[in-house]
């Protein structure tokens, strides 16, 4: 069938990502819940500077869902000064998806992809979600439950 019974519309045209809005509203819930709990002092990983900077920053933390920008590769200076220089230029930027990481000699410039409704299919959303949550649980120091933050984002309130 390629028209809707009841309306007409032309289903062949219309595109269908299919995408689950209580799913998305879970995994924005949980990096808000997430980031009103991130530890202030001791935690070198990342500082970071509102919600969406720590969804991106989680997101470039699995394979296929960031993009490198750039890569600098350092044979003149220590290359944890380079970072730490390199580092403090990105933090000063108001750009939230956008991150360095220190590999080696070699300092790469990466971006989070988008997880736009337009842009990314559900089971792309689903697979990734579910790569978060195993991240957020394998951060340093036991990690975070993503249940247990949920659980403690509904108590006080914020959803």
Partial sequence: MDHCPHCGCDLAETPSHGRSVPQNRRVHALCRELYHQWPEHGFDLI???SVDHLRYWIMTQIEGYHEP??????????PKVA???????????NAENVFLNLDG???????????AF?????????K????????IAAL???????Y??????????RK
């Fill in 47 to 49: 500082r970071p500077k």
């Fill in 69 to 78: 920008l750039r890569t600098i590769r350092i044979s003149t200076m220590d």
């Fill in 83 to 93: 970072y730490a220089a390199f580092r403090a230029i990105l933090d000063e930027s």
């Fill in 105 to 115: 000699n070699q300092v790469t410039r990466t971006r989070a992809l988008s997880t």
């Fill in 118 to 126: 337009d842009k990314m299919d559900h089971p792309t959303a689903t």
């Fill in 128 to 135: 990734l979600f579910t790569q978060m949550d195993d991240v």
């Fill in 140 to 146: 340093p120091g036991g990690g975070f439950n993503a």
């Fill in 148 to 157: 247990r933050l949920l659980e403690e984002a509904k108590l006080r309130g």
